[in-house]
């Protein structure tokens, strides 16, 4: 497909030009003495644009000559060859649409085409070929240039992507390993118990892969997911451990990205709770305002910061997350006050899939 | 055999605690003089009870279990255990470190206890060099104060002095001192962060405000706190050649 004469902006754009070049010949026809100014311009408007259609074939000279595949000769001859052929073509129209056009109007002084003025026509026919050649090449260019950037981002995004189903996917192996740890001890110590936190761990593994593959669940799902979560975190640390979950009625089927609640969860008790001596409330709150859903989870934190504090990438995921869902439509912050630390997010309100 | 072997059981989980104290129950020398839920509580315990076996988790809240010997000085009469921790577990195999993968079996916990209690009240080289090696890049600089447990956050010392068989450390308008030769303390922080500008001096060079002159051959560092510490010749070529 050709790029200007399928697009109607730039074929006005291109025409415009030419009938400049058009402009231009009559007024050095006037300026040499050939021609008064009537006559030049109605000589060279209309075989100017005549001639802009078949300069517009330099785009196909071009696209048979990739950049990268072009030799040195080769190119000279395939370029000098078509420019000498479109060259002859000029003189050609020049020529007939000077006799046409005397022919149909008796007003026009038909301007004289002298064998030295031929050479002039011929030369600059030649010429305004390369010329359309440069500018074809140089718009291919663009074209190229603009393409490899759309298809660099598309990669960074599917990149991302993909990084992201792994990330979710991924099974935390302390969480596993210290999970299968306490079922081991719970054996002896309660059998019962033992099986139920067997149960818990494989439910918590389904709904992982269950989620994962979608790419967005009411927000009661995720809430179920970290329900699963916590019941085996709270076999694990006990009375340490509390939690409190709060979802308005208009949030609980609000659409959310997959895995987004459970990482916080997550990283609320391995950076927060774990390290206070007695313990503490994950809580997570959810509502629905106008058109945003709003979520917050906090978690009280250590005044004293230890070795686990995180360095903050799963929360740069998340906002990378969002911005790559939402293209800057979600916000997600966090804050430190008075020893409870607390993630914020805000997310366009959707009850169907986008 | 009449002794028997006072063990100290460190894990921040009830459940794993539980697992080990069942495991031990099959051995009847052992005597499990307590049980340990974070590191702080677990230095406080290694140096009152003084155990001859401790049975320490890496990763809990506080301190990390290698910090917990680092603190108390013990480099013998350990059993590691954890449950994933990739950097710990590399450094340890580096060593030949012993430890127990949870969740750990019976008969795998036996032959552990085994082998430390062939080697008890010996210090292990081998454990030596990791401790001394997971200190080489220090992060925290970590202080006891009879009952109490600093953490210092390196970025956050100002400056550390010599003092006889001590360091003292200034960090936010406060002073500890740790038992510790200076030039120890040089090898394990970062030469570019932090400069030995005085035989009894290593300052921070985020928390260093100006040099001034202060004599004709001789300057001082100006600290943001307003400390004036002196700089040797040598200490000044240092500086000048990270400047």
């Known amino acids: ?354 | 055999m009449s002794e028997t072997i006072k063990t100290l059981i460190v894990d921040d989980e009830d459940l794993a605690r539980r697992l080990v104290r069942e495991y031990l129950g099959k051995h009847a020398d052992i005597e499990i003089i307590g049980e340990c839920d974070n590191g702080l509580q677990a230095v406080k315990d290694i140096a009152a009870l003084n155990p001859d076996l401790v049975l320490l988790d890496i990763q809990m809240p506080k301190l990390t279990g290698l910090e917990v010997l680092e603190l108390t000085g013990r480099s013998s009469g350990v059993i590691f255990t954890t449950a994933y921790d990739q950097y710990a577990l590399k450094a340890f195999d580096l060593h030949a470190v012993d430890y127990l993968l949870k969740p750990f079996s019976q008969t795998r916990f036996d032959e552990a206890l085994a082998q430390a209690r062939k080697a008890l009240g010996q210090t292990l080289p081998a454990l030596e060099n990791l401790l001394e090696q997971a200190t080489e890049k220090l992060e925290r600089i970590l202080i006891r104060d009879r009952n109490q447990v600093h953490v210092i956050p390196v970025e956050k010392m100002d400056y550390a002095e010599a003092q006889d068989d001590y360091v003292s450390i200034q960090s936010e308008g406060k002073c500890y001192l740790k038992t510790q030769r200076l030039s120890d303390l040089e090898t394990q922080l970062d030469p570019k962060k932090f400069v030995r500008v005085h035989r009894s001096y290593i300052i921070n060079i985020e928390k260093l405000q100006s040099i001034e002159r202060a004599t004709k051959d001789s300057h001082v560092a100006l600290m943001r706190d307003g400390k004036q510490i002196p700089i040797s010749r040598a200490g000044y070529d240092r500086i000048k050649a990270i400047m």
Not at chain 1, 81 to 94: D, T, V, Y
Not at chain 1, 204 to 230: G, V, Y
């Open chain 1, 1 to 354: 497909m050709h790029p200007i004469l399928t697009n109607a902006r730039k074929l006005m754009w291109y025409l415009a030009a030419w009938l400049l070049t058009g402009v231009f010949i009559a007024l050095l026809l006037v300026a040499a003495d050939l021609a008064q100014w009537g006559s030049a311009l109605w000589f060279a408007l209309p075989a100017t644009f005549l001639y802009s259609f078949i300069a517009s074939s330099a785009y196909y000279v071009c696209r048979s000559l990739p950049m990268a595949k072009r030799h040195f000769a080769f190119a000279t001859a395939v370029f000098g060859g078509s420019s000498l052929i479109a060259g002859f073509a000029w003189l050609a129209i020049c020529q007939g649409w000077n006799q046409l056009a005397h022919l149909l109007s008796a007003d026009y002084a038909a301007v004289q085409v002298t064998q030295h003025m031929a050479v002039v026509l011929f030369a600059a026919g030649c010429g305004f070929y390369l010329l359309s050649i440069l500018a074809h090449d140089v718009l291919i260019a663009f074209d190229n240039v603009r393409l490899a950037e759309r298809r660099a981002a598309e990669s960074r995004v599917l990149a991302r992507d993909a990084e992201l189903q792994v990330l979710r996917t991924q099974i935390n192996p302390h969480f596993l390993f210290n999970s299968l740890n306490s079922i081991s001890a719970l054996t002896t110590i309660d059998g019962p118990a033992a099986r139920s936190m067997t149960i818990e761990l494989a439910q918590f593994f389904r709904q992982t892969l269950a989620l994962s593959e979608k790419q967005a669940i009411p927000l009661a799902d995720e809430i179920a997911l970290c329900n699963s979560f916590l019941a085996i975190e709270k076999i694990r640390f006990g009375k340490k451990l509390g939690s409190a979950i709060e979802i308005a009625d208009d949030a609980q089927r609000a659409l959310i990205p997959p895995m987004i609640l459970q990482p916080l969860v997550e990283n609320a008790i391995k950076h927060g709770i774990r390290d206070l001596v007695d313990g503490g409330t994950v809580s997570i709150r959810a509502f629905a305002r106008e058109q945003w859903l709003h979520i917050a989870v906090s978690n009280p934190v250590d005044s004293q910061p230890s070795n686990a504090v995180g360095n903050g990438t799963g929360l740069k995921n998340l906002q990378q997350r969002f911005a790559s869902i939402y293209d800057g439509q979600a916000r997600a912050s966090w804050a430190l006050a008075d020893g409870q630390f607390t993630v914020e997010m805000a997310l366009p309100l959707a009850y169907t899939e986008i």
